[in-house]
């Protein structure tokens, strides 16, 4: 039996089980920074078991790895031969790949969706030409290795749009245009089909976990312009959308209102409040956390902030919660960004503490509900 045989990617029409005792079909990590990790000199272990992060964390239940590919970046920053290396031991370690495309050489997120240097000055048409050809051949690079992608996302937090100005959803006047980001969209989806008997299954991803009004608005558009994807996918991170109970509400809402599947494709939490290292991270304080009388800042409150979303994922009505995948959960203070040296403002949020070693909240990655660490 193959891996991906081995390890499917849950799809709908499958026979129901209680949603408490069911695994998630989706339990992972971004990983795409670990390579900068190692070439740093750290090393991981979990319950005394020192290996590379991949092993790890399939140990634990993981079964997919996100892994980011920028179009034309420094080499060794989320470059395509590092993302093709990073595929080649996620497989070895019985994970599937999830690809995520942001058409860019560098970060493509709400606020920045750089078109790629080389591709700079291109027509919409040409542009549209250009996208289908990338995705394809990036999905065949993977597939020619023996790791095709189990899953595929066109673009990364694309709710303003991609590949700017040509896919550029708002103008700085307030208007809307919609049209050349939906053909951006349709020629990503196009390519990923292209030249595979099996394609991956295609994702959509904005950065609105817990708003279901503006979340509604972007795929109401897509939808309603006839871009065909099958996964709606969310960022999601408490300290900036809000509190859990708002993101339970969604995945209902987003499940029920378009019949697809949804999953939680970004999400972190922090297992301590730094202060006094000199370092700027994203969250220092207890009140930008909303529940954290739930889920304080520690190891322990970490752990349960992933249950509760364990908890979440698998109540979507109609089984069509898919799972989670953690940010980073192993890119520690030392290597920022961009490439230097000063540390990462995520690094407090990651599943490992600060010496390598394994936090509590590494078993939410297990398939089953029973605790086991």
Same mark, same amino acid.
């Given at each position: 039996?193959?891996?991906?045989?081995?390890?499917?990617?849950?799809?709908?029409g499958?026979?129901?089980v209680?949603?408490a005792?069911?695994a998630?079909?989706v339990?992972g990590?971004?990983?795409?920074?670990?390579?900068?990790?190692e070439?740093?000199?750290?090393t991981?272990?979990?319950?005394? !078991?020192?290996a590379?992060?991949?092993?790890l964390?399939?140990?634990?239940?993981?079964?997919?790895?996100r892994l980011?590919?920028?179009?034309?970046?420094?080499?060794g920053?989320?470059?395509l031969?590092?993302?093709?290396?990073?595929?080649?031991?996620?497989?070895?370690?019985g994970?599937q790949?999830l690809?995520?495309?942001?058409?860019s050489d560098?970060?493509?997120?709400?606020?920045?969706?750089?078109?790629?240097t080389a591709?700079?000055?291109?027509?919409?048409?040409?542009?549209?030409?250009?996208?289908?050809?990338?995705?394809?051949?990036?999905?065949?690079?993977?597939?020619a290795?023996?790791?095709?992608?189990?899953m595929?996302?066109?673009g990364?937090?694309?709710?303003?749009?991609?590949?700017w100005?040509?896919g550029?959803?708002?103008d700085?006047?307030?208007?809307?245009h919609w049209?050349g980001?939906?053909?951006?969209?349709?020629?990503?989806?196009q390519?990923?089909a292209?030249?595979t008997?099996?394609?991956p299954?295609?994702?959509i991803?904005?950065?609105?976990?817990?708003?279901?009004?503006?979340a509604?608005?972007?795929?109401?558009?897509?939808?309603?312009?006839?871009?065909?994807?099958?996964?709606?996918?969310?960022?999601?991170?408490?300290f900036w959308?809000g509190?859990?109970a708002t993101?339970?509400?969604q995945?209902?809402?987003?499940?029920?209102?378009?019949?697809k599947?949804?999953?939680?494709?970004e999400?972190?939490?922090?297992?301590?409040?730094?202060?006094g290292?000199g370092?700027?991270?994203y969250v220092?304080?207890?009140?930008?956390?909303?529940d954290?009388?739930?889920?304080?800042?520690?190891s322990?409150?970490q752990?349960?902030?992933?249950?509760?979303?364990r908890?979440?994922? !698998?109540?979507?009505?109609?089984? !069509?919660?898919?799972?989670?995948?953690?940010?980073?959960?192993?890119?520690?203070?030392?290597?920022?960004?961009?490439?230097?040296?000063?540390?990462d403002?995520y690094?407090?949020?990651?599943?490992?503490?600060?010496?390598?070693?394994?936090?509590?909240?590494?078993?939410a990655?297990?398939?089953?509900s029973v605790?086991?660490?």
């Amino acid at each position: 039996m193959s891996l991906l045989a081995a390890t499917p990617i849950i799809g709908p029409g499958e026979p129901a089980v209680p949603s408490a005792g069911r695994a998630l079909s989706v339990r992972g990590a971004d990983i795409s920074s670990l390579l900068k990790e190692e070439a740093a000199g750290r090393t991981f272990e979990d319950k005394g !078991r020192i290996a590379p992060v991949e092993r790890l964390l399939s140990a634990c239940g993981a079964n997919v790895v996100r892994l980011r590919v920028w179009v034309n970046p420094p080499p060794g920053d989320s470059d395509l031969a590092s993302a093709l290396g990073l595929a080649r031991r996620a497989h070895a370690a019985g994970m599937q790949v999830l690809l995520d495309l942001h058409y860019s050489d560098s970060w493509a997120d709400k606020d920045n969706q750089t078109t790629p240097t080389a591709w700079s000055g291109q027509d919409l048409s040409t542009l549209v030409a250009t996208v289908r050809a990338y995705t394809r051949d990036t999905v065949r690079a993977f597939a020619a290795q023996g790791t095709p992608p189990a899953m595929i996302q066109i673009g990364n937090e694309v709710t303003n749009g991609m590949l700017w100005p040509g896919g550029r959803v708002y103008d700085e006047q307030g208007g809307e245009h919609w049209d050349g980001f939906v053909a951006l969209l349709r020629a990503g989806l196009q390519g990923a089909a292209d030249l595979t008997s099996a394609p991956p299954r295609t994702l959509i991803h904005i950065d609105r976990g817990g708003d279901i009004g503006g979340a509604r608005y972007f795929y109401d558009h897509i939808l309603g312009a006839d871009v065909r994807f099958d996964v709606v996918a969310l960022s999601y991170y408490p300290f900036w959308h809000g509190p859990l109970a708002t993101l339970r509400a969604q995945l209902a809402d987003l499940a029920t209102r378009y019949g697809k599947d949804v999953l939680v494709v970004e999400t972190a939490y922090p297992w301590l409040l730094p202060s006094g290292d000199g370092r700027q991270y994203y969250v220092t304080r207890a009140d930008q956390l909303p529940d954290s009388a739930l889920f304080p800042a520690t190891s322990q409150g970490q752990g349960a902030y992933f249950e509760a979303l364990r908890t979440a994922v !698998r109540q979507v009505p109609g089984r !069509r919660g898919l799972g989670f995948l953690a940010w980073e959960p192993a890119w520690l203070p030392g290597v920022d960004r961009d490439g230097g040296s000063e540390g990462d403002p995520y690094g407090n949020l990651t599943m490992f503490d600060w010496n390598g070693a394994g936090l509590p909240s590494l078993a939410a990655f297990r398939p089953v509900s029973v605790p086991r660490r």
